[in-house]
């Protein structure tokens, strides 16, 4: 029996039978330290108190010699006739059975006090708690909570995490009953979207490509356009997305740091883009960065614009870059296949009015829509910690509309917005669906990529992020991994034909055309093999985080 097990049977504080156990010669125990088998009846009988073994013989020995029974029998022994004296030896045989009933009674009185545990009020803890976490719920001091965990063993800190077997000794220390519990997900049911409520929304747009294909510079060129046709001004300030109005439409643009920041968001489940334009210089061809952006792009799942750049300078050749784009599986639309292709210069500013009217042409074919009513859900694109504001975010309004004064969760931070701005550094009242703006009011600085959701006040949002800060002490990082065989077995059992999705990385490319061609031979009865990527080289962190959220 362990020590704390004996003081909540006893209705002592375990540092009282630790004490008591050091002054009957027994040191060196802690709370979750076992008591040694010869001290457990010993101090049943003296309730927990350091009571000398000879003392605890006197207190059980003490009842055995019953005088008064007989002498009321001396005293009544002249009275009686002889018959009588049998009837009294009998009666007084089972005298010796008498005193081990006596015997027991004291040392089965300290008992009495265990329907007192079940008593004790139960105290809801998650896996992995803090300290924090059981002062906060018991209205004690962090102090006090880190001095008791000291005196029973545990050296810990506020902020440390805390075993199942700790968090129940300290509560039963702090006088509570522990309740162990899984963390609930917190995440809430999608409402129920009515489609007479849904409403055309600007297209979202990332512009992904090769560095040196002047990504930069379209964007560039398009916001000066974006500028030259307005009346009331331009875009000034840089949030990480704008909007570029155009033949009265608006047109939503992503610029994000690289092809990787776009996985990352895609990884975390944030489907941020509507429709991606690839930019390819016409005097460079596809390059490997080309070919890593055309991927992540293929395994989102959206409409792919290719923007043939540098149409002006005297070696462009547009005709091989589609030549080496329909290598790559997209085919112009020109040559029957699906893919716009829109020949540009944006240091000459040339077609920048067609690449806008292309990019709302496949919009209005995918029918974007978006309900601006409901709770507000969206993405966070960047967030830095302003010295005069505090930590600011550029999110992006997916669904539902933002005011001034909601409560936002992303993450483990939460925000009361006090005040929002658009691309023009104005403050808005509110944001629809596709629109960008900057929020400030967070709690703390939230991590790009993470989603934002709105909720109803202040103490759920600060109860979510509690428990979510709990999550991620608690729970290991699991990501997602690739079928196993007998995964790929049972779904053709199923007469289901699975999907391998493949990676091909080799030292040379001619390797990777061999192996490439020898897979796809392969019989595609059970399983279809699909090559996501094949390049030459070293694994990459792209590869991994490609294979991660394609799944391959």
Request: aromatic share 2%.
């Amino acid at each position: 029996m362990r020590v704390h097990e004996l003081a909540k049977e006893l209705g002592v504080a375990s540092k009282e039978l630790l004490a008591s156990l050091k002054e009957m010669g027994i040191d060196g125990l802690t709370a979750s330290s076992s008591v040694p088998d010869q001290a457990v009846p010993r101090l049943r009988a003296s309730g927990g108190k350091a009571v000398p073994e000879a003392k605890i013989k006197e207190a059980v020995e003490e009842p055995l010699p019953k005088p008064r029974p007989s002498r009321r029998k001396e005293v009544l022994e002249p009275e009686t006739p002889p018959a009588a004296k049998a009837k009294t030896a009998v009666v007084a045989e089972p005298e010796p059975s008498a005193p081990p009933a006596e015997v027991a009674s004291p040392v089965e009185a300290p008992t009495a006090v265990e329907p007192a545990g079940p008593a004790l009020p139960a105290l809801k803890l998650v896996h992995g708690s803090t300290p924090q976490d059981v002062a906060d719920k018991t209205g004690r001091s962090v102090a006090e909570v880190v001095k008791t965990l000291i005196a029973l063993g545990e050296m810990v800190t506020a902020s440390q995490s805390l075993s199942d077997d700790a968090l129940r000794l300290l509560s039963a220390e702090l006088g509570f009953e522990a309740e162990i519990v899984e963390i609930e997900d917190d995440e809430e049911p999608e409402e129920e979207i009515d489609e007479s409520q849904l409403e055309p929304r600007a297209p979202v747009v990332t512009i992904m490509g090769h560095v040196d294909h002047g990504k930069t510079l379209l964007l560039d060129a398009i916001r000066q356009t974006d500028v030259v046709s307005q009346e009331f001004g331009g875009i000034t300030q840089h949030i990480g997305a704008y909007q570029v109005h155009t033949n009265g439409r608006e047109v939503t643009f992503i610029d994000t740091p690289g092809h990787e920041a776009f996985t990352a968001m895609r990884a975390r489940g944030a489907q941020v883009t509507d429709i991606v334009v690839l930019v390819v210089a016409a005097d460079d061809g596809v390059k490997p960065q080309t070919i890593e952006a055309l991927d992540h792009a293929k395994a989102a799942g959206v409409p792919i614009i290719v923007a043939v750049n540098k149409i002006d300078k005297p070696e462009a050749d547009p005709t091989r870059v589609r030549q080496q784009m329909v290598e790559l599986g997209i085919v112009p639309s020109e040559w029957g296949g699906q893919n716009e292709f829109v020949d540009v210069s944006a240091k000459a500013r040339t077609n920048l009015d067609n690449l806008l009217e292309t990019i709302l042409l496949v919009a209005d074919l995918e029918e974007l829509k978006g309900d601006p009513v409901g709770r507000a859900r969206g993405v966070v694109l960047e967030a830095h910690l302003d010295k005069g504001r505090g930590p600011v975010a550029s999110v992006l309004v997916q669904r539902g509309t933002l005011d001034v004064g909601d409560t936002l969760v992303s993450g483990t931070s939460w925000a009361k917005i006090r005040a929002m701005l658009d691309e023009n550094g104005q403050q808005v009242k509110q944001a629809g669906p596709s629109k960008p703006v900057q929020i400030l009011g967070w709690s703390a600085t939230p991590n790009a990529g993470d989603d934002i959701r709105e909720v109803a006040d202040e103490r759920e949002a600060r109860h979510m992020v509690q428990e979510r800060e709990a999550k991620v002490r608690a729970a290991e990082m699991v990501t997602e991994r690739p079928p196993t065989l007998q995964e790929l077995m049972a779904q053709a059992q199923r007469d289901e034909v699975p999907e391998l999705n493949l990676i091909v990385k080799a030292d040379v490319q001619g390797s990777i055309g061999a192996l490439v061609d020898a897979l796809a031979k392969l019989p595609q009865d059970e399983v279809r093999v699909n090559v996501i990527r094949s390049a030459a080289g070293a694994i990459t962190e792209s590869d991994i985080n490609l294979a991660l959220t394609s799944r391959a």
